[in-house]
């Protein structure tokens, strides 16, 4: 009898998965322009508190705030190329599926701003009104 073939191991297997999940960020940056505002913007909020050397607490929470709208836009993203592939036809719960995903992305993403403003905005103001 033939021996079946040998299943990679269980570390092989988890780093594919890692190699499967960055190929699916690298994909979705590749064609989503609303990621690659979010990574600009990203960058934005990175460098805005190196310079305003904000505590290491506030980092968390621009860390989170970050995550969770690069995690939300690409979920977004999955839905979106889900729902082209399941109804590329016109229908009313492809239109709803996507609306509602995109809904969540502002919600996130409103959510971040708020961080924002109340991270960066006093040391900001001080430092203007110091200046
Ligand atoms: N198959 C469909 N059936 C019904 N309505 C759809 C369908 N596809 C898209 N829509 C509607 O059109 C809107 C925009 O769809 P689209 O696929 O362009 O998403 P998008 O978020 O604008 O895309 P992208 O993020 O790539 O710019 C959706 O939010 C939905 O309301």
Redesign the pocket.
Known sequence: MAKPAARPGLLRRRLASFGYAFRGVGAALGS???LRFHAAAAAGAVGLGWYLGIPRLEWALVALAIGAVWGAELLNTAV?AL??LV??????L??KA??VA?GAVLVVALGALVVGLLVFGPPLWARWLGA
């Open positions: 989503e322009v609303h979106e729902t082209d109804s590329p036809e016109y229908h009313a492809a239109g996507k609306d995109a």
